[in-house]
Structure formats: structure tokens, C-alpha cells
T-cell receptor, first 113, second 113 residues
Framework: GDSVTQMEGPVTLSEEAFLTINCTYT??????LFWYVQYPGEGLQLLLK?????DKGSNKGFEATYRKETTSFHLEKGSVQVSDSAVYFC????????????FGKGTHLIIQP | NAGVTQTPKFRILKIGQSMTLQCTQD?????MYWYRQDPGMGLKLIYY???????DKGEVPNGYNVSRSTTEDFPLRLELAAPSQTSVYFC????????????FGQGTRLTVV
């Protein structure tokens, strides 16, 4: 079945550091790929997405590129802020599928001032 | 816009009790989902619905039931609560399946003692 693997946390960085959170997937067909973010005490919010190979999703300084050849969708940001501290989930949805998202386990990001 | 609203936010149940987690959305979305989130495990799909009167099982449906009598509401019923159902429950909705954004409620933290 489908699966998503992302790097384990917590990941602790200093403010203004470069961020990479790795995400790889296994899926049949051509899934859509997502990064969701969960701030403390809240539900998940969509951060960015990509629906086909080589697409780049971007939002709030975060970027991720859909790499079909390496089945990856790594999240990057050039300069993190304390306000970026949250849990980040990589997820996939099979094309046209109604049966929801398959999530990775989540990566807890902690940014220190 | 309220988006996706879940009630209650917190609940403690005794083993064997029953309860209904409420979820309503005001975005006229056809697709609705229930997930559970366990520590370090990401989110797992319990049930989903593609429209009023249509529901289907997700990855972890045992011990739960759902109904979808209207587009807006998608309640989750727990019968005979067990400690294994201690979790955070999230309801979500989307306009379509596949590559469209899912909107999440703030979650219900349930403890079964």
C-alpha cells in the first residue's frame, strides 16, 4: 500500500538557519504530494502541495519539489524563524482518490532564538 | 467563515461508555474524513464520505461508526470505548478528492480510562 516516510524529530535549529525536512513516498500511479503544518493546539493546515512530477510548491518561504525519479518531496526554507516552530507532516493522495491522505509520522521542528 | 468545527474539544470517557464526536463544515464540501492522531504515528484514516448518504471505511475503522445525513455534518460514534481509542481525533473536509486541499478542524482530545 501507499506509505510516506519522513525524517524523525525533533529537529532543533537556530533562527535564520537553513531547513531541510526529508520526505520520501511509495505509491501506485501518480499521487499528489502535500506538506501540512500543525501549530500547538491546532488542526493541520496546508502549507504547500504539488500535483505532478517536477512541480514546485511554495508558500511562506517554504518550498518542495515533486521528484518522481527519487520519489521524494523534501521541504526546504532558507531562513527559519521562531514562528516556524511546529509539527510538519508530509502526505500523499492518490490521483482522483476519495479515500483521504496518507501521512508520514510528522517532524517536530523547534527554532531557538 | 467557521470552516470545520468539531465538538467537544476534550472528553474523558470510562471504558465501555459511548459517545459521538460532532463535526460540521460550512464550505459545502462533498468529501469529509475522520482521522485519529496518535503520538509519533501521524494521522490514520478512520472513515470517509464522498457525499450525503455515502460512507466508507478507512484504514482503522474498528470500534467506530459514522453517518452522513447532510452535506454539512459527519458525526463519529464510539461504541463501547476502549483505552486503545485514547487519541486526538480530527475531522476534515475537501471540495474534491485527489489533489485538492483538505481543511481540518481543531481536534478532539479523547481519553478513555
Amino acid at each position: 500500500g501507499d506509505s510516506v516516510t519522513q525524517m524523525e524529530g525533533p529537529v532543533t535549529l537556530s533562527e535564520e538557519a537553513f531547513l531541510t525536512i526529508n520526505c520520501t513516498y511509495t505509491a501506485t500511479g501518480y499521487p499528489s504530494l502535500f506538506w501540512y503544518v500543525q501549530y500547538p493546539g491546532e488542526g493541520l493546515q496546508l502549507l504547500l502541495k504539488a500535483t505532478k512530477a517536477d512541480d514546485k510548491g511554495s508558500n511562506k518561504g517554504f518550498e518542495a519539489t515533486y521528484r518522481k525519479e527519487t520519489t521524494s518531496f523534501h521541504l526546504e526554507k532558507g531562513s527559519v524563524q521562531v514562528s516556524d516552530s511546529a509539527v510538519y507532516f508530509c502526505a500523499l493522495s492518490r490521483g482522483g482518490g476519495a479515500d483521504g491522505l496518507t501521512f508520514g509520522k510528522g517532524t517536530h521542528l523547534i527554532i531557538q532564538p | 467563515n467557521a470552516g470545520v468545527t468539531q465538538t467537544p474539544k476534550f472528553r474523558i470517557l470510562k471504558i465501555g461508555q459511548s459517545m459521538t464526536l460532532q463535526c460540521t463544515q460550512d464550505m459545502n464540501h462533498n468529501y469529509m474524513y475522520w482521522y485519529r492522531q496518535d503520538p509519533g504515528m501521524g494521522l490514520k484514516l478512520i472513515y470517509y464520505s464522498v457525499g450525503a448518504g455515502i460512507t466508507d471505511k478507512g484504514e482503522v475503522p474498528n470500534g467506530y461508526n459514522v453517518s452522513r445525513s447532510t452535506t454539512e455534518d459527519f458525526p463519529l460514534r464510539l461504541e463501547l470505548a476502549a483505552p486503545s481509542q485514547t487519541s486526538v481525533y480530527f475531522c476534515a473536509s475537501s471540495f474534491e478528492g485527489g489533489g485538492t486541499e483538505a481543511f481540518f478542524g481543531q481536534g478532539t482530545r479523547l481519553t478513555v480510562v
